[in-house]
């Protein structure tokens, strides 16, 4: 895959850079960031330069994972990071603590959507997981169209080897800016 820009109208999404690992370590040392995710704890400058630039750019090259840095228009900060894991239908995001709460994720997870169920993807549909209780990402995914799918053993292995208790859910081309996709959200009730 080649390394895409999207732009939505608050953001842009970019291929993050070697400048951006300093950010990528800041907002990795929130716990809830930790406690939601599989980032490594405790979390290394080397393991943010090493997702920043050994993961990424090998990702993007492989075509398995197109890794997006969200930052505000015209400016060049790093919010967060989402991604679309294309051999596994999913995707993935976290947002740097200061800015939760603003529809950020939201807004970044269309614009991803958008870009990924366009057509030249040959991609219908995508997976959205979280372990149960992250009521932020959940948010975010059902802000942005996914359709309650359930709950079940996350497929991402967590730190410990397990698969712990998750939330799914799902989007499909004919799902996108349908009412139906925001009513079966149980664990947002």
Same mark, same amino acid.
């Given at each position: 895959m080649k390394p895409v820009v999207l732009c939505t109208p608050r953001l842009v999404l970019s291929t993050p850079v070697a400048a951006d690992a300093a950010a990528v370590f800041g907002h990795c040392q929130d716990e809830e960031l930790q406690r939601w995710t599989t980032v490594p704890v405790p979390y290394s400058m080397a393991d943010a330069r090493a997702?920043?630039?050994?993961? #990424?750019?090998?990702?993007?090259r492989d075509g398995t994972e197109a890794v997006l840095a969200i930052r505000p228009a015209g400016a060049s900060a790093l919010m967060?990071? #989402?991604?679309?894991? *294309? *051999? *596994?239908?999913?995707?993935?995001?976290?947002m740097g603590p200061e800015h939760r709460g603003h529809g950020y994720m939201a807004e970044a997870l269309r614009g991803l959507v958008d870009w990924v169920l366009s057509g030249e993807h040959g991609v219908t549909s995508l997976r959205w997981e979280a372990v149960a209780g992250n009521r932020g990402s959940a948010h975010a995914a059902r802000a942005a169209g996914f359709r309650w799918a359930g709950e079940a053993p996350c497929d991402v292995v967590d730190r /410990?080897?397990?698969?712990?208790?998750?939330?799914h859910a799902v989007l499909? *081309?004919? /799902? #996108?800016?349908?009412?139906?996709?925001?009513e079966r959200w149980p664990v947002l009730a």
């Open positions: 997702f920043v630039e050994e993961h #990424i750019p090998t990702a993007w967060g990071v #989402i991604s679309w894991q *294309r *051999r *596994r239908g999913f995707v993935g995001y976290w /410990d080897g397990a698969h712990p208790p998750g939330w499909t *081309r004919g /799902d #996108i800016g349908t009412v139906e996709a925001l």
